[in-house]
């Protein structure tokens, strides 16, 4: 591997962040990095002498970044990703309008014909609730849930009348209106009626689509109208054969914590996810319309009535995984590494 390759933009920067933020003293932080890993993962793993080659390690991630090649861009937004996945068109949400710099794009599935600056109130309207992301945005990042009710508007909790809900959407920049999706009401009895989704991870071995692993987001008090860990979501880990759930994790700006229940609702987190066996066709379906993708990390939101794909990212994160599957994660992604390796050497040697 080239020192170029070794050591790309995306290593470098995790690394300075790591070595300038993680809480750890420079003896500890020169132990995790001799051994390739970050040097938060020492209380997030629980790292020693004695256990951290059970666990897969960080730089060989970063360091083959990245993974899809050219391709990543077919996932660096949300609009692209619907253009691609159109035989899917099913399992994506309905795309409304796109804003950009006070312009505004009717999409594929807008309803109205209307083309004047109320189109999208009056949508809203008759919807009753929308959701307005970044185009490009991850981890919950940017999202806001949009809702009417007895001529009422709101952004996220936030009260206001119509003109400002205008004047907010008019602020908006890079951003996309979809339909705001509902979660499946055996999830949102366990969430206490917060966003919960599922996250899926697929790597592609040799032309064979696996799914490495998938766990749910569950929203909480705390995460507001996102379900993301970083934000204060909650973790359950998901058997890829039978979909069923058990184990959660709650991230605390530090460490993760294992806890059985809800912390708001105070229900056990434990169960089968809604139609886990048409979810598992479809992703690897899609690994296979799409095999330029190596890996791809699915967010899906799933209803009383289907499922949906929120995004896919190009970059997943693998910490919650080898968490809950060390050994599992460790040895798939070995193999998924030393194959990226070998295609790479091979491209080279036969230009």
């Known amino acids: 591997m080239s020192w170029q ?28 990095y001799r051994r390739s890993f970050f040097s938060d993962r020492i209380k997030l793993y629980g790292l020693t002498s004695d256990n951290y080659h059970q666990f897969l390690p960080d730089f060989p991630y970063y360091q083959l970044q990245p993974i899809n090649g050219v391709f990543s861009k077919w996932l660096d ?33 807008c309803p109205l014909a209307e083309v004047d600056d109320e189109r999208i109130v009056r949508l809203l309207e008759r919807k009753g609730c929308l959701a307005a992301k970044l185009m490009a945005g991850s981890r919950g990042k940017g999202f806001h849930r949009l809702t009417c009710h007895n001529n009422d508007y709101y952004v996220d909790d936030v009260r206001m009348n119509r003109t400002d809900m205008r004047a907010f959407l008019k602020g908006l920049s890079g951003y996309l209106i979809t339909e705001y999706l509902s979660s499946h009401h055996a999830l949102a009895a366990i969430s206490g009626n917060r966003p919960c989704s599922l996250r899926v991870v697929t790597v592609n071995l040799g032309g064979d689509n696996r799914i490495a692993g998938a766990y749910l987001k569950l929203g909480t008090d705390a995460s507001g109208y996102v379900d993301n860990i970083h934000a204060g979501g909650i973790a359950v880990w998901v058997d890829i054969d039978s979909g069923k759930f058990s184990r959660g994790l709650l991230y605390d700006g530090k460490n993760y914590i294992k806890i ?11 169960g089968t996810v809604p139609l886990w066996q048409d979810i598992r066709a479809t992703v690897l379906a899609i690994g296979d319309y799409v095999p330029q993708l190596k890996l791809m990390g699915f967010d899906i939101m799933i209803g009383d009535t289907g499922f949906k794909i929120i995004e896919i990212n190009s970059r997943p994160a693998l910490d919650t995984l080898s968490i809950f599957d060390p050994t599992h994660i460790k040895s798939l992604f070995s193999e998924f590494f030393r194959q990226l390796l070998d295609e790479r050497c091979y491209r080279r040697v036969n230009r």
């Not at 899917?88 to 599935?109: A, I, R, S």
């Not at 059985?260 to 434990?270: G, L, T, V, Y």
């Open 5 to 32: 390759r070794g050591f790309n933009k995306a290593f470098l920067r995790a690394l300075g962040e790591d070595l300038l933020y993680t809480k750890e003293s420079i003896r500890w932080k020169l132990w995790a």
């Open 77 to 109: 937004d949300k609009l692209s990703l619907k253009y691609l996945l159109r035989p899917f068109n099913q399992n994506l949400p309905e795309y409304y309008y796109l804003l950009d710099h006070g312009y505004v794009t009717c999409l594929m599935d």
């Open 260 to 270: 059985a229940n809800h912390p708001d609702s105070k229900m056990p987190m434990e």
